[in-house]
Structure formats: C-alpha cells, structure tokens
C-alpha cells in the first residue's frame, strides 16, 4: 500500500514540476553528464524549434552561439575537478527559457571554491565592459590562449556578453566546505533584426 | 602534393585544401569536439604548401557559425597565411558571409585587424 502511496506522491510531484516549468516558459531542462553528443542534440532539437516558430535569423544564430558556449564551458571544465570531487565532473543542469521578449539559457554546476574568485573577476569585468572593450579583450584573449585547448580564460562569456548585448548574471550557492554550485544566466532579446 | 577533402558535418566544416585545383576552403559550421586534433591537418598541410606554393593563393572562408574554441585555430591558419605573405608570396583572405549576419562580417574585420595580410570581405545572400 505503501509503495502505491509513494508512486501516487512521485507522480503528483511530476505534475507540479510540470505546472512550474510552464510557469517559467521552460522548454527544455536537463541534468547529468554535458558531451558534445549532448551538446549537438540540445542545440540542434533548439534551432529546428525555433526555426517552427520562424524565429528571426539573428536570434536563432545568438541562441546557438550561447547554447554552445555554456554548455562546452561545462563540458570542457570537467578536469578542472579534483579526484574527490569526480561526481561533479562535466556534471550540470542546463535549462532555456522562452518568454514574449526574450530566451534565457541557464546553467548550473559544481565548481571548486577557490576557483569563485576567478570566476567572479572574470565575470565583473566582461559586464562592465563595453562593445568596444569587449572586442579588444577579445582579440587580446584569442592571440594569448590560442595553444590552449579549452577555449581560455573566459573567451566564451567574453563571446556571450558581445553576441547578446546583456549583462551576465551569476549566483554561488555553497555544497560543502570545498564546493559550491554555479549558476549562469546569459539573456537573448528577441528583437533583434 | 596531397589533396585534402573533408566532408562537412552539423559540428565540422567542409575542408578543401587542393593545390593542384587552387581549391582552398573552409566551409560550414565548426564546433568540433576537439579542435586541436581536427585543425590539425590543415596546419600541418599549409606548413608543407608554404615551402612550395602556387603563384597565387586565395583562402576562401566561408563559415556560417563557429565557437569560440574554433576562433583561435582560424587565427592559428589565418597568421600561417599571414607568414606566407610576409615571405613575398602572393596571398589573399577571401571571407565570405551571409549579408543577414552582421556577426559573421563583423568576425571577419576582427581578423583582418589581427593579421597582416590581403582581406577581401564577401557578402552573400542568406
């Protein structure tokens, strides 16, 4: 009997989950391992969906460059981790958004507490830079890291906060003592021309 | 010399590099899982193509998306060309884009900023 209860509650939860992701306008929500497999399902299953919906070219273009860029961030990052941590590795949630005036791409995933710092400079200064700034970071960034493989220091928010014009938001919410989750929020307007 | 030709993919250009036909291209979209090991042959081929080239090369870049992690080994082939050109040798960027992708256009004055070397921009219809 009780297992039949639990079921019961389990599938009255899936329902609410349903009710809150409509409330949120999400249309697509993901967790576990990020792969390139992953990465050209989601962005492909997006771009034929917003090509239905004959979303504008330009917004069509932005939303893929900043699906890929989020989701390599997390896929790229993945030895990043130390070994007690190799649950998190390549690990992460990843949501879009729809609304009237604008798509919203999300992600979530562990980071090291000493890397926050990093992060947060990274992030402060790309969103206070301008469009012309932006551009010279970029060039700067893309001569000095290219024997990198992974995309160097910020290169995709870099690219991100240029293609879409919006400041990025970011939270750190605490896992542990060593851990905390990372979330970024990177904003599509739908008026572009 | 050798012929190179890649077929395109949804994550990697189509590459022709043929001396023989002065076909030099690439084409499509590139956000391939690794860049490095993808890129790698085409370095390798114009490092093999500088030390006997034609009279004239044209590279053509026709790109409709690429990642960030992909800009930096198009810079890598773009300064390859640059040095060819810098050792007296004919050389010219052709980079082609759709006229409705100010980003692409845009991506293409950004390395002609970069590198020193004859850049023609080239708008098509999207």
């Known amino acids: ?193 | 010399m050798e012929t190179i030709k890649i077929q395109g993919t949804e994550d990697t250009p189509r590459i022709i590099l043929d001396a023989e036909n002065e076909i030099l291209e690439i084409a499509g979209r590139s956000l391939p899982e690794d860049v490095t090991s993808f890129y790698e042959p085409v370095l390798n081929w114009l490092a093999e193509y500088e030390e006997n080239p034609n009279e004239k090369t044209v590279f053509n870049f026709k790109l409709t998306y690429f990642n960030t992690a992909s800009s930096k080994m198009l810079l890598d082939i773009l300064m390859k060309l640059e040095e060819m050109y810098e050792n007296g040798n004919d050389v010219l960027i052709r980079w082609h884009y759709p006229e409705d992708d100010e980003d692409m256009g845009e991506a293409g004055e950004e390395y002609s900023d970069i590198v020193d070397v004859p850049f023609e921009q080239v708008s098509y219809p999207g």
């Open chain 1, 1 to 193: 009997m009780n297992e039949r209860k639990d079921m019961k509650g389990f599938l009255e939860f899936v329902y609410e989950f349903y009710k809150s992701m409509k409330a949120h306008e999400i249309t697509l929500v993901y967790e576990g391992e990020i792969t390139h497999q992953i990465t050209k399902a989601f962005t492909s299953l997006t771009e034929s969906s917003m090509a239905k919906e004959a979303e504008a070219g330009t917004v069509q273009r932005k939303v893929f460059h900043v699906m890929v860029e989020c989701l390599q961030n997390i896929s790229k990052h993945a030895d990043d981790f130390t070994t007690e941590n190799y649950l998190f590795s390549g690990r992460g949630i990843f949501l879009v958004s729809k609304g009237d005036d604008e798509y919203s791409v999300t992600t979530g995933n562990a980071v090291d507490n000493d890397r926050i710092e990093e992060l947060t400079d990274i992030l402060q200064t790309i969103n206070k830079m301008d469009k012309e700034e932006l551009k010279q970071l970029y060039k700067i960034q893309m001569k000095e890291g290219r024997l990198s493989n992974k995309g160097g220091a910020g290169l995709g928010f870099i690219d991100i906060k240029r293609k879409t014009g919006k400041e990025l938001e970011y939270h750190f919410l605490p896992i542990s003592d060593d851990t905390s989750f990372f979330l970024l929020t990177s904003t599509i307007p739908r008026d572009f021309k």
